[in-house]
Nanobody
Framework: QVQLVESGGGLVQAGGSLRLSCAAS????????MGWFRQAPGKEREFVAA????????YFTDSVKGRFTISRDNAKNTVSLQMNSLNPEDTAVYYCAARSGSSVYILAYDYDYWGQGTQVTVSS
């Protein structure tokens, strides 16, 4: 089992920045590829960003490219999502997810473990 706890959400004005963190425990973190997803009210959960277990590969959905970065610290068992130039369309609950494997994964059903989510609200 892997336990994931997100933090760093909050309320920010459009154009602002937030940094989300996800702390993992339970298994060897460096064995797990990580992803961030988000779900806005009334919408399906959607992929945001992913990072390979070693951190050498990343992938982003088009709407966040150039604004968001994903990183991980395997020594600290954390993965982070730096979000810049936020806009109201980024408002959602953000979830981190984990799965074992050597690739990057962009489909929710690829992931085995999920955090409880952290709310991000961007005001206009």
């Amino acid at each position: 089992q892997v336990q994931l706890v997100e933090s760093g959400g909050g309320l920010v004005q459009a154009g602002g920045s937030l940094r989300l963190s996800c702390a993992a425990s339970g298994r060897t973190f460096s064995n797990y590829a990580m992803g961030w997803f988000r779900q806005a009210p009334g919408k399906e959960r959607e992929f945001v960003a992913a990072i390979s277990r070693g951190g050498g590969r990343t992938y982003f959905t088009d709407s966040v490219k150039g604004r968001f970065t994903i990183s991980r610290d395997n020594a600290k068992n954390t993965v982070s999502l730096q979000m810049n130039s936020l806009n109201p369309e980024d408002t959602a609950v953000y979830y981190c997810a984990a799965r074992s494997g050597s690739s990057v994964y962009i489909l929710a059903y690829d992931y085995d473990y999920w955090g409880q989510g952290t709310q991000v609200t961007v005001s206009s």
